[in-house]
């Protein structure tokens, strides 16, 4: 098969909706990279109460991301949103450096998550743009990153203010998802 | 027959073919070569004179590229404008890479040329485009895929009750900040804190002034303190705060844990609080000779101000007001900082 055939196959398939969890502690820039994957302005984001859905066409895939609240508060009810999840993008402020064990714990949880086994994980190392950023490298081994082996995963350096590494990341979701479809 | 049994198990564990030897000599060896070969590219690279003669004539460039642009080609301004963004973007990498070289002074005066460009590039942008959506547009047009839009459904509330707290690690010192200080009177310049990550914590009867505009402001475990700062570009992050006066300016601020506080606040999106009790909010009112130019450098609207607009996690009910956060009445409000002032 070609690959323009391939790509007319994928095009037409009506079954290319994907679900994609966006989770993180508050503060992370969730819903800063939600608005950037839909091109709308930044500025005015406010803390997110309760969740926002956006839906973003990218390679054939229409992706239906949902951002839930990062708030302590709201975090028991990540879970209502777990079921039919395709892929999982959690955002970590890479210059909260005081945060990393908290937000290390809460991927550690949803990792062990039944509804969430064997989901693809793209871990975005966010707000590379402040100076005091820690490198992907630095988190992905204070994550105990490579001690996963029951899924794909991925970690991707970004500044969704700026949206450098935002496309990559989405790329290597796209890539996975198809992966997974075959 | 015998020989070679022999043989092995006299070695037993540690005999290893002789060929396989050489081939992790030879990689050994291959590894040295590129780790020398990389280590000579890279001092010259590292080199502050290459650092700045290479920062200088992008710039430059940069600048050129800015200023070519005018309203009447509106075509060749977008995309040129798009090409100038991108190049400053590149500039700040090349700027992060270096870091680890560059000595406090030339990495401010960096950061603040990038700073400059920034601004001329907004003034540029707002003069030839004014609309808005053509200036977010060249933001994403450097990524190869451009990603079409749907704008789907809105937000919803769930209904929150429980909660679960999480020790938090130890604090890093390496961000520009003040911790661990009793009793004092704490101050930063803008030339210190150049649009960098502030980190207060740990503070005691402390007074604080942060003038100038830093990028993101982190306050932790603080106690009967007065903090002033000028106006922060992002997010201001608050956690553990008991008996303080915080005087703020951000995008967006959040409270953690907090009780007995009054803030001063300026807030163009929102402000939230969670798992606080006694907080107080009034606007924000500090007066130094350069926060006008800290506003502009911060990118705030400083006419837009949401201070009385507090989202309480802990209340979601709609209708009734939350209890864990009041007004400062008018009369009560403390309008001169000056007097708390300390001398420069």
């Known amino acids: 098969m070609g690959l323009l055939s391939i790509l007319r196959k994928l095009k037409s398939t009506p079954d290319q909706e994907v679900r994609i969890l966006l989770l993180g502690l508050d503060n992370g820039g969730k819903t800063t990279l939600l608005k950037q994957l839909a091109s709308e302005d930044i500025s005015h984001i406010t803390p997110t109460q309760g969740f926002n859905i956006k839906s973003v066409q990218s390679q054939g895939f229409k992706l239906n991301v949902w951002d839930i609240g990062g708030q302590r508060k709201i975090r028991p009810y990540w879970r209502n949103y777990f079921e039919n999840t395709d892929l999982l993008i959690y955002v970590i402020d890479s210059a909260d450096r005081k945060r990393f064990e908290e937000t290390g714990q809460e991927l550690a949880e949803l990792l062990d998550e039944e509804k969430l086994s064997g989901v693809p994980v793209l871990i975005f190392a966010n707000k590379q743009d402040l100076l005091t950023a820690a490198p992907a490298s630095e988190i992905a081994e204070g994550l105990n990153l490579h001690t996963i082996r029951d899924r794909v995963w991925q970690i991707q350096p970004c500044s969704a203010l700026t949206s450098e590494g935002v496309q990559d990341g989405m790329n290597w979701v796209c890539k996975s998802v198809n992966a997974k479809r075959k | ?344």
């Open chain 2, 1 to 344: 027959m015998d020989g070679i049994s022999s043989e092995v198990s006299s070695n037993d564990a540690v005999k290893i073919p002789e060929s396989i030897l050489l081939r992790d000599q030879a990689r050994l060896e291959e590894l040295e070569r590129r780790r020398n070969a990389k280590e000579s590219q890279t001092v010259s690279e590292e080199k502050i004179s290459y650092f700045s003669a290479a920062f200088s004539a992008e710039k430059a460039a940069i600048e050129k590229l800015i200023s070519s642009c005018t309203p009447n080609e509106h075509l060749a301004a977008t995309t040129s404008l798009e090409v100038a963004t991108n190049k400053i973007q590149d500039l700040q990498k090349f700027l992060n890479d270096s870091k680890v070289f560059l000595t406090k002074y030339e990495l401010r005066q960096a950061q603040e040329s990038l700073q400059k460009l920034q601004g001329s590039i907004a003034e540029k942008r707002a003069e030839v485009m004014p609309k808005k959506k053509f200036a977010f547009r060249s933001r994403t047009a450097g990524a190869s895929q451009q990603l079409e839009v749907t704008p789907a459904s809105t937000e919803e509330k769930p209904k929150a009750n429980t909660g679960n707290s999480v020790v938090d690690s130890a604090v890093s010192a390496k961000q520009c900040g003040f911790s661990h200080a009793h009793n004092e009177v704490l101050i930063k310049n803008s030339e210190d804190i150049q649009h960098g990550d502030v980190l207060l914590s740990h503070l005691t009867n402390c007074k604080v002034r942060l003038y100038g505009s830093p990028n993101t402001l982190h306050i932790k475990n603080v106690k009967g303190c007065q903090i002033l700062s000028g106006p922060v570009s992002s997010s201001v992050f608050i956690d553990e705060c008991e008996d303080c006066t915080l005087v703020l300016a951000c995008q967006q601020l959040r409270t953690h844990n907090t009780t007995s506080t009054q803030i001063y606040l300026h807030v163009t999106s929102r402000a939230i609080i969670e798992d606080c009790h006694g907080v107080s909010f009034a606007p924000f009112n500090w007066m130094y000779p350069k926060l006008e130019d800290d506003f502009q450098m911060s990118g705030l609207d400083s006419e837009r101000n949401n201070w009385s607009q507090v989202d309480d996690f802990n209340w979601l009910a709609t209708g009734t007001p939350s209890p864990n956060w009041t007004v400062i009445p008018e009369s009560e409000r403390i309008s001169c900082w000056d007097a708390a002032e300390p001398k420069l």
